[in-house]
């Protein structure tokens, strides 16, 4: 069956790094447009990214340029690198394959001096 598994979240200063992974199966990985939503304390979720199957990614506003998001297609995961963590950034992250709104379980990213 379809599986998302997330990992690599944790606790982090503002300014600190973390990078969050996503292992895919139960589906042609290489031919997914997949993405990462973040859902906030008391918030709506809200796209961060999208990667196509070709590599073309897509950032919302508030990321700012400093998250990137790559994939694997031979080892079937997508990663989201998040350097520059400021306090909002606080949130479950999910991996998603966008065309079939499959989301992971999430991970969770928390920002806190």
């Known amino acids: 069956q379809v599986q998302l598994v997330e990992s690599g979240g944790g606790l982090v200063q503002p300014g600190g790094s973390l990078r969050l992974s996503c292992a895919a199966s139960?589906?042609?990985?290489?031919?997914?447009?997949m993405g990462w939503y973040r859902q906030g304390p008391g918030s709506r979720s809200e796209l961060v990214a999208t990667?196509?199957?070709?590599?073309?990614?897509n950032y919302a506003d508030f990321v700012e340029s400093r998250f990137t998001l790559s994939r694997d297609n031979f080892k079937n995961t997508v990663d989201l690198q998040m350097p520059s963590l400021k306090l909002e950034d606080t949130a479950v992250y999910y991996c998603?394959?966008?065309?079939?709104?499959?989301w992971g379980q999430g991970t969770q990213v928390t920002v806190s001096s």
């Open positions: 998603c394959w966008l065309s079939r709104g499959f």
């Open positions: 139960g589906f042609t990985f290489s031919s997914a447009t």
């Open positions: 990667i196509s199957s070709t590599g073309v990614t």
